[in-house]
């Protein structure tokens, strides 16, 4: 019987070598050689800027630009459930960036998430999406990186534990979830609908916050654009699954996208106003539009008839009712602290005054994004112009927080209560 435990151990041990061999064997990709930097007069300033706008619309800031470093010099810490992971420097620095990649070393790493040098990169970066992205944007990415300032700078080294830091391991990974692909349009679907995915899935990226995932960091099958956690904030379901109380619609949509906040919803806070503010503020109407078309059809919009008018009524109505029976210390910090900016009592909710019934942090099932904002607020970089809160982190306990919260929860949705405020609040607090 051992015997027979014993052997099947060993061959299963052994089809397991064979499969993370096959597969490494499969994804092996050689080291491109190197070039000389192109100089920045090689490339065409129309073609320049337009990579600079699609770098925008693809956000590759965030990542890459670490607090307080110079642009695109790499450094930032990306926090994953296996370790931090450094950015790298995409400045044309001969050493420490792509100085010497080629166009095709850089098509490469986008489409196929493969170093110059053969390496696999770890799926934080989201070639996973980029391999939609055209070989016009590409080259235009390309054009515009290639002519940014190089900078000398290393990145630190990443935390991931062995064996998981191990570069070959990464074959696995993409055995089991990437498909490198070209977008194909939907003949179906409309010039806008098709723009409007190819930015989304593609550049975008923008599944790779609002989807879950799992136990290996992929995205979910099947689960695509259902809300996640992310940074300590909740990338709330652009689907029918999104549970503020007016629908997103295609004008909601445009409107928040291209100025950060909508009367009905809510302000952008957090990474989605870095998205908003300081990565697709450049990008053409066009664009944003294609966007809000797309999502407003993932949404289902059309499948959701509601009366905006009737909501907006008995969401003020309920707000103003409450605030004057409720008498907990929710509702007292609310009184003393919110009240008087976000009082609707003409019953004209506005950007600059955002009426809390409707508010999307409020609905959400997860509090992160409401915690977030009374902890830190909303500065003038986030939302829009004219649109400030402060934070009240110094002058509330996590208790306080949560029972704001609380409050905000019971009296300004129909929604369940949260559970374990305090605790969130406090990891909110200490960035865990």
Not at 19 to 37: F, G, K, S
Not at 55 to 73: F, L, P
Not at 106 to 126: I, N, S, W, Y
Not at 133 to 162: C, E, G, I, K, Q
């Amino acid at each position: 019987m051992l015997k027979k435990i014993f052997t099947g151990l060993l061959l299963s041990l052994a089809l397991l070598i064979v499969a993370a061999l096959a597969a490494y064997l499969y994804y092996w990709r050689p080291a491109l050689a190197p070039i000389d930097p192109p100089a920045a007069t090689a490339f065409s300033p129309q073609v320049v800027e337009r990579g600079r706008i699609l770098a925008g619309m693809g956000n590759c800031a965030a990542c890459h630009t670490a607090q307080g470093g110079a642009d695109y010099a790499g450094g930032n810490g990306l926090a994953t459930p296996f370790g931090t992971i450094y950015a790298t420097n995409i400045t044309p620095d001969r050493q420490t960036g792509i100085g010497r990649w080629s166009l095709a070393a850089f098509q490469r790493a986008m489409r196929e998430g493969v170093g110059r040098d053969g390496a696999h990169l770890f799926p934080v970066f989201p070639y996973t999406h980029f391999t939609l992205v055209s070989d016009a944007d590409l080259t235009a990415l390309y054009a515009y990186f290639m002519t940014r300032p190089p900078v000398y700078a290393v990145a630190p080294a990443n935390s991931v534990p062995f064996p998981l830091n191990l570069r070959p391991l990464q074959a696995g990974w993409k055995l089991l979830f990437f498909k490198p692909a070209r977008y194909q349009l939907d003949p179906a679907q409309g010039l806008d609908w098709n723009r409007g995915r190819y930015l989304a899935e593609g550049l975008a990226h923008c599944a790779a916050c609002h989807t879950p995932r799992n136990a290996l960091g992929a995205e979910l099958a099947g689960s695509s654009y259902l809300g996640a956690s992310i940074d300590h904030w909740y990338a709330p379901a652009l689907t029918s699954a999104n549970t503020a109380p007016l629908p997103w619609t295609q004008d909601e949509l445009y409107a928040f996208l291209r100025t950060g906040a909508t009367a009905l919803h809510g302000v952008a806070a957090g990474p989605m106003s870095a998205v908003v503010h300081e990565g697709m503020g450049a990008s053409p109407d066009g664009d944003i539009r294609a966007l809000a078309t797309y999502f407003a059809g993932v949404a289902g919009v059309e499948q959701r008839q509601v009366d905006t008018d009737t909501v907006v009524k008995a969401g003020i109505a309920r707000s103003q009712r409450v605030s004057l029976v409720d008498n907990d210390r929710g509702a007292s910090l609310y009184v003393a602290a919110c009240a008087s900016c976000h009082s609707n009592s003409d019953g004209k909710p506005t950007a600059l005054r955002p009426e809390l019934s409707l508010n999307s942090a409020v609905s959400a099932p997860d509090p992160a994004n409401l915690i977030q904002v009374i902890l830190h607020g909303i500065s003038k970089d986030d939302a829009m112009p004219g649109v400030l809160m402060p934070g009240f982190a110094s002058s509330l306990t996590d208790n306080d927080v949560a029972q704001l919260a609380a409050y905000l929860r019971r009296s300004r949705s129909t929604q369940p209560a949260w559970t374990n405020l305090e605790a969130a609040v406090a990891r909110a607090r200490a960035g865990k």
